[in-house]
């Protein structure tokens, strides 16, 4: 099972890992996730065997049903005889999100099934390093060969939509009768959404929600109209359509998914690595370039090409 680009360097337990062994599949996402000493072993050892598993993005406010959903998303995935790595990332609070998602697991019984893994992502850092630790997180699942990565990001802001949109189907979530929710998807969360999901359809209020939503779906262009979908997470209704419809634009994407997903790796690393080299630029040439600006010599986009030209060019 070795990768044989692997090379002398990298530890025994790796072939464990690539194996699917749990035990040593969580201490490979230590390791990435800390960035430890054996990381760039790990990584080479990851080489080629990524882009193998379906990931499925979970977003959407606080208390929509998310953990819920995904719990009962596992369940259904297990019945249909694949294995799933579950990965919860909240980016507000270290704890509650995977916390709560953990007994939630465990609760129903998935601790005991060897065919799931649940991880929950700690927040440390800014966002970006959040997006790509998830990153990260997520291609150790995909070496380990799990066949379903499921992905719970907590919020329905910006920076949660920014780690959803790292899954290759999105799943947004809202629940029914609160304005907020609608609000939030208004709020650019509906352009990454592959599938709307009405949970809580128990509720009184759920076929209006769902009315409301493929109102907003329909202003989409017809080739970017997400379906709205009606879930009862507690009761596990609606939960088989809504993995039928996530196969389903798994398979169409299963194609084009490692591609756009490299290209969403490149720009990022992008930034980052741009922000990074910013960050030490002189400030000597930082002074001399806003002086070139307040006397007229530069315009901004002058002296912010200049910028960037020196931030790029200072190390190699
Ligand atoms: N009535 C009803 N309640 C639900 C449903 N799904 C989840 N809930 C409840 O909604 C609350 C929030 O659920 P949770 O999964 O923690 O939401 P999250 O914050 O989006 O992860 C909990 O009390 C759940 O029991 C549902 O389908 N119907
Ligand atoms: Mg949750």
């Given at each position: ?278 960050d030490r630029v002189d400030d000597a ?32």
């Amino acid at each position: 099972m070795r990768n044989a680009e692997a090379g002398p360097e990298a530890p025994a337990w790796v072939d464990d890992w690539l194996a699917g062994d749990r035990r040593a599949l969580s201490r490979a996402i230590t390791i990435l996730e800390n960035e430890g000493r054996e990381s760039p072993a790990l990584v080479k050892a990851m080489q080629g065997l990524l882009g193998r598993a379906m990931s499925v993005g979970f977003t959407g406010p606080p208390g929509a049903g998310k953990s819920t959903l995904v719990n009962a998303f596992v369940a259904e995935q297990r019945r249909r005889g694949r294995t799933v790595g579950v990965l919860a990332v909240d980016p507000s609070s270290p704890v509650s999100g995977g916390a709560i998602l953990g007994d939630r697991i465990r609760m129903t019984g998935h601790s005991g099934d060897d065919g799931v893994f649940v991880r929950s992502l700690a927040s440390r850092g800014h966002l970006g390093g959040l997006s790509r630790s998830a990153v990260r997180v997520m291609d150790c699942l995909d070496a380990a060969g799990l066949d379903i990565i499921i992905l719970e990001t907590v919020g329905a802001g910006q920076s949660e939509v920014e780690i959803a949109d790292i899954a290759d189907v999105k799943v947004v979530v809202a629940a029914p009768g609160l304005g907020d929710d609608v609000q939030a998807i208004k709020a650019g969360i509906l352009e990454i959404a592959d599938i709307l999901l009405v949970n809580k359809g128990d509720h009184p209020l759920s076929s209006q929600t769902v009315r409301h939503l493929k109102s907003m779906a329909n202003m989409r262009p017809a080739d970017a109209r997400p379906p709205v979908l009606k879930a009862t997470a507690v009761t596990g209704q609606g939960v088989e359509a809504l993995a039928d419809a996530v196969d389903e634009i798994g398979r169409s994407r299963r194609v084009s998914a490692p591609l756009a997903r490299a290209r969403r790796l490149i720009r990022r690393a992008a930034v980052d690595l741009t922000q990074r080299r910013l960050d030490r630029v002189d400030d000597a040439d930082i002074e001399a370039l806003a002086q070139a600006l307040t006397t007229g010599e530069k315009s901004v986009e002058a002296a912010a090409a200049d910028l960037l030209g020196l931030a790029m060019r200072e190390t190699t």
